[in-house]
């Protein structure tokens, strides 16, 4: 008897032999033919059941839903749709679902919309499209790993808990022990936080880097990949309150070559499932086009799910200036007909994801990396560049995703940098820690971060982030 799951038996050679599978009953007709799924790959099994020597107790509990556990022979099909198929001998009921129940779930075999899918998140790891997009953030995962692990780079987990607040942008979620009905205060009426459980104020990460950096200047070249958080109140398709983050941060290493590494990457990750995940990549693929058909040309993908990561892989990203960019936007159709919600009047300001979506979709229609960004838009860690107005800032822009990479070179010089946290009001008692590091022996180096679930939503075709997280956690939502 050879133990095993589905996605190796549809594969085996070992015909007229006997098996053991468990899985979920996804669908069973004519009291015979059972489609088995067990989430190993896409595919059913079909186990052809001899109801006239199976008790009718054991049939009636084959119901969508169930779990159960067959024995047979395995033989080529002689239907058509799969090349095997189980002759089962013995069924067992391991987990019975009663059709009544199951009716109202998303578990009924019929199409159900991805928002009903969100609210029963417990069970849709079930259904086809669910069930293929996590098998694809598994791979890509994997791939991350693979990726840095083959290149001399270093897994660092650096701390969920932190004192700082790395982007500066005060989005942080706080982390506290204390009693919310009976805060210490000081006489001055200010929350006593030396009384908390660290005894001091602290948060949830929104980001490794600064102490990926640290490492950096250490082990030379480093990657995060964890759970990142943000107390920002954006309720988009794009966004989530809790995200995962790759972040590589690399010693000696400037503007240039951090393009070509995050370049490097993303086609690495993106050919790994491309070789890895065929079947799931084409049923991601109909299931869009199908979607699609609802929506007006206009708003349609130009090209199919794997054309459009086939074309990622194979084309080099288009790298442009801010300025550059700046003049593209001020002149386009969509800025002069005052189309875009906020018009791009002169340099310095910030863009919005129309305007991204602007320049990847419309303009030069791949992705874009945008680099020397005016240095009061973005974050305070970035070198500065000799024009004193720039800094060495790049952010890659994906079609139908807009950005999924930021990052920079570092400011490497102690003096530029203090004097711009003073500038910013950044606390520098807080971060004493991260400007030692440009007093020994600090070196020129730069990193980056890609958002996990802006990757996963451009490999799999998904057009919502809340449907490429096992759990969504977003405004207003933290069920489950
Ligand atoms: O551009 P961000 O804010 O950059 C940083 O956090 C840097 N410290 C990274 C670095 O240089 N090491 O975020 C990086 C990426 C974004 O480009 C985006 O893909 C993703 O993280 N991201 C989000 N993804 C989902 N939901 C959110 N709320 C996100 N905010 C950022
Ligand atoms: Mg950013």
Same mark, same amino acid.
């Given at each position: 008897?050879?133990?095993?799951?589905?996605?190796?038996?549809?594969?085996?050679?070992?015909?007229?032999?006997?098996?053991?599978?468990?899985?979920?009953?996804?669908?069973?007709?004519?009291?015979?033919?059972?489609?088995?799924?067990?989430?190993?790959?896409?595919?059913?099994?079909?186990?052809?059941?001899?109801?006239?020597? @199976? $008790?009718? !107790?054991?049939?009636?509990?084959?119901?969508?839903?169930?779990?159960?556990?067959?024995?047979?022979?395995?033989?080529?099909?002689?239907? @058509?749709?799969?090349?095997?198929?189980?002759?089962?001998?013995?069924?067992?009921?391991?987990?019975?679902?009663?059709?009544?129940?199951?009716?109202?779930?998303?578990?009924?075999?019929?199409?159900?919309?991805?928002?009903?899918?969100?609210?029963?998140?417990?069970?849709?790891?079930?259904?086809? @499209?669910?069930?293929?997009?996590?098998?694809?953030?598994?791979?890509?995962?994997?791939?991350?790993?693979?990726?840095?692990?083959?290149?001399?780079?270093?897994?660092?987990?650096?701390?969920?808990?932190?004192?700082?607040?790395?982007?500066?942008?005060?989005?942080?979620?706080?982390?506290?022990?204390?009693?919310?009905?009976?805060?210490?205060?000081?006489?001055?009426?200010?929350?006593?936080?030396?009384?908390?459980?660290?005894?001091?104020?602290?948060?949830?990460?929104?980001?490794?880097?600064?102490?990926?950096?640290?490492?950096?200047?250490?082990?030379?070249?480093?990657?995060?990949?964890? $759970?990142?958080?943000?107390?920002?109140?954006?309720?988009?398709?794009?966004?989530?309150?809790?995200?995962?983050?790759? !972040?590589?941060?690399?010693?000696?290493?400037?503007?240039?070559?951090?393009?070509?590494?995050?370049?490097?990457?993303?086609?690495?990750?993106?050919?790994?499932?491309?070789?890895?995940?065929?079947?799931?990549?084409?049923?991601l693929e109909n299931r869009l086009l199908q979607e699609e058909k609802t929506k007006p040309e206009a708003e349609r993908s130009p090209m199919p799910l794997r054309e459009k990561i086939d074309f990622v892989i194979n084309n080099n990203f288009k790298r442009v200036s801010y300025t550059e960019a700046i003049d593209i936007l001020k002149n386009s159709k969509p800025n002069k007909k005052k189309k875009f919600q906020y018009l791009i009047e002169e340099w310095g300001a910030d863009l919005q994801?129309?305007?991204?979506?602007?320049?990847?979709?419309?303009?030069?229609?791949?992705?874009?990396?945008?680099?020397?960004?005016?240095?009061?838009?973005?974050?305070?860690?970035?070198?500065?560049?000799?024009?004193?107005?720039?800094?060495?800032?790049?952010?890659?822009?994906? $079609?139908?995703?807009?950005?999924?990479?930021?990052?920079?070179?570092?400011?490497?010089?102690?003096?530029?940098?203090?004097?711009?946290?003073?500038?910013?009001?950044?606390?520098?008692?807080?971060?004493?820690?991260?400007?030692?590091?440009?007093?020994?022996?600090?070196?020129?180096?730069?990193?980056?971060?890609?958002?996990?679930?802006?990757?996963?939503?451009?490999? @799999?075709?998904?057009?919502?982030?809340?449907?490429?997280?096992?759990? $969504?956690?977003?405004?207003?939502?933290?069920?489950?």
């Amino acid at each position: 008897m050879i133990k095993t799951t589905i996605n190796h038996i549809l594969t085996s050679d070992n015909l007229l032999k006997e098996h053991k599978v468990n899985g979920w009953v996804r669908a069973f007709r004519s009291n015979r033919f059972i489609a088995l799924n067990d989430g190993t790959t896409l595919n059913n099994l079909q186990c052809v059941v001899d109801f006239e020597n @199976t $008790p009718e !107790e054991i049939l009636n509990q084959i119901n969508v839903g169930a779990a159960i556990s067959v024995e047979g022979v395995l033989k080529e099909s002689e239907g @058509t749709g799969q090349r095997v198929e189980l002759i089962v001998s013995k069924v067992q009921i391991l987990g019975e679902a009663d059709p009544e129940e199951v009716r109202k779930t998303i578990l009924s075999p019929k199409r159900h919309t991805l928002e009903k899918l969100r609210e029963q998140a417990h069970l849709r790891v079930r259904t086809n @499209t669910f069930g293929a997009v996590m098998r694809l953030r598994s791979k890509l995962s994997y791939a991350v790993h693979k990726y840095f692990q083959e290149n001399d780079f270093n897994y660092v987990h650096t701390p969920i808990i932190t004192g700082s607040d790395a982007e500066g942008a005060g989005e942080t979620f706080k982390v506290t022990n204390f009693d919310l009905a009976n805060v210490p205060k000081q006489k001055d009426g200010s929350v006593n936080f030396k009384e908390d459980f660290f005894g001091k104020e602290t948060n949830l990460t929104v980001s490794g880097q600064l102490e990926a950096e640290t490492f950096a200047l250490g082990l030379s070249k480093v990657y995060t990949f964890g $759970p990142t958080f943000r107390a920002e109140n954006s309720n988009t398709s794009r966004h989530l309150a809790e995200f995962w983050m790759i !972040e590589p941060e690399v010693a000696f290493c400037e503007l240039d070559g951090n393009m070509d590494l995050a370049e490097d990457f993303i086609k690495y990750v993106l050919s790994y499932i491309v070789k890895e995940c065929p079947d799931d990549l084409e049923f991601l693929e109909n299931r869009l086009l199908q979607e699609e058909k609802t929506k007006p040309e206009a708003e349609r993908s130009p090209m199919p799910l794997r054309e459009k990561i086939d074309f990622v892989i194979n084309n080099n990203f288009k790298r442009v200036s801010y300025t550059e960019a700046i003049d593209i936007l001020k002149n386009s159709k969509p800025n002069k007909k005052k189309k875009f919600q906020y018009l791009i009047e002169e340099w310095g300001a910030d863009l919005q994801s129309e305007h991204e979506r602007f320049l990847v979709e419309k303009h030069f229609k791949c992705p874009v990396i945008l680099f020397d960004y005016p240095a009061n838009i973005k974050a305070f860690y970035m070198r500065l560049n000799d024009d004193g107005k720039t800094v060495r800032a790049m952010d890659i822009l994906f $079609p139908g995703i807009g950005e999924i990479v930021g990052g920079s070179q570092r400011e490497e010089r102690h003096d530029v940098l203090l004097s711009k946290m003073q500038a910013l009001g950044i606390d520098e008692e807080e971060l004493w820690w991260y400007l030692d590091t440009r007093k020994f022996g600090t070196c020129k180096h730069s990193g980056f971060g890609l958002g996990f679930e802006r990757l996963v939503l451009f490999a @799999t075709g998904m057009t919502n982030i809340r449907d490429v997280i096992p759990y $969504p956690r977003t405004p207003q939502n933290a069920s489950f």
